[in-house]
């Protein structure tokens, strides 16, 4: 989505090119909170507003999914320090975020929200004002004439009267137009990170495991009589696991059978998003899962799950008719770039 739609009495075209040339994530999330703030109803929204909207928006990409922002991005420094400096947790709601932030007194987090006071609200418009330093840009935002969206002020801004309309109808392109173009963004900080599209907006709920669980897994342990879980050691039955991501959820993105393995409950709580050690784990959970692939061609050579390994193995067949040490290479081969990527961009290992 490279365009925003047409308005004969704006300057479209120019809020377009604020995003021309970003080299960090600030302009994105400023507009998205300009936009949530008008549809909140506000004309005059404070300054410390705005970038705590910036915060809460960020929030789980960077904490949940850890993506990189870039080394000159301060949004993710920030959100890691008032985090801490707020003692807030990773899976905080957007909106919770918001109202602690706009009432934290919290020295420090000022601090952080008032860093882009300095960067974002003045350069963003930019587009109106070329060549213009910061005391002449805020002086000449408050000439409406000017049809910029809007006036610049010390602790607040104010909504341009001629761009509320369109922001309010055409909100959701808008912020669509933000997330392709912070995606495309991220994208090129992260080139190695899949699903990044996904990692924008924290999702409602997780999709569920039963159908992996009852039709793949199930049947194995029922074959079997019982696993082993490869971190503990502890007896797993039909009636008492957990299923787990060898590389974590917030990572891949994905519940891809072949990352998926049984695990005792308890331990599947604890270990959250934390990496498994390759050194320790990686050889019992292949053996796992060949016994599991195995299994299920014999039982059920159809069963759907089975074309989720032809990503790893050209031919299912492969994990029988090849050598030990071949097959082992070519899952660790997918596996260990993901647990190395993964590493690199915050995730700790157990």
């Not at 194995?220 to 696991?241: A, D, H, P, Q, R």
């Not at 959820?249 to 005792?264: E, K, Q």
């Not at 989720?308 to 492969?318: C, K, N, R, V």
Request: net charge positive.
């Amino acid at each position: 989505m490279g365009n925003l739609p047409h308005d004969k009495h704006l300057p479209v075209q120019q809020l377009v090119s604020c995003f021309n040339n970003t080299s960090t994530t600030y302009k994105f999330y400023w507009l998205l909170a300009i936009i949530q703030a008008v549809e909140a109803g506000s004309t005059l929204i404070t300054k410390k507003e705005l970038f705590s909207r910036m915060v809460s928006s960020a929030w789980y990409t960077v904490n949940y999914y850890h993506i990189s922002f870039g080394k000159q991005d301060k949004l993710q420094r920030a959100i890691e320090n008032i985090k801490r400096f707020e003692g807030l947790t990773v899976d905080v709601s957007q909106d919770k975020i918001l109202k602690h932030l706009i009432s934290s007194s919290n020295k420090r987090t000022k601090s952080e929200l008032n860093y882009f006071n300095k960067q974002v609200p003045h350069w963003f418009l930019s587009p109106w004002f070329p060549g213009a330093n910061q005391a002449e840009i805020y002086n000449y935002s408050r000439d409406f004439n000017k049809k910029c969206p809007y006036a610049l002020h010390d602790e607040f801004i104010q909504i341009n009267l001629s761009w509320i309309n369109y922001f309010i109808e055409n909100a959701a392109l808008i912020k669509d137009f933000c997330y392709w173009n912070l995606v495309m963004y991220l994208q090129s900080k992260n080139p190695n990170v899949p699903d990044i599209p996904n990692k924008i907006i924290k999702l409602a709920t997780r999709n569920s495991l039963t159908s992996q669980r009852k039709n793949f897994w199930d049947i194995v342990i029922k074959e079997e009589g019982f696993v082993n879980c490869i971190y503990t050691g502890n007896i797993l039955s039909i009636e008492n696991y957990a299923l787990e991501h060898f590389v974590p959820y917030s990572f891949v993105s994905h519940d891809l059978v072949w990352n998926l393995i049984p695990a005792d409950k308890s331990f599947n709580c604890s270990k959250s998003d934390k990496l498994p050690k390759m050194e320790i784990y990686f050889t019992p959970f292949y053996n796992l899962q060949k016994t599991a692939i195995k299994i299920i061609k014999e039982k059920q050579p159809r069963n759907k799950f089975l074309v989720e390994y032809l990503t790893i193995f050209s031919e299912i067949d492969q994990i029988e008719s090849l050598p030990k040490e071949i097959t082992l290479a070519k899952y660790k081969d997918k596996i260990q770039p993901l647990i190395t990527i993964a590493n690199n961009n915050g995730f700790s290992f157990m």
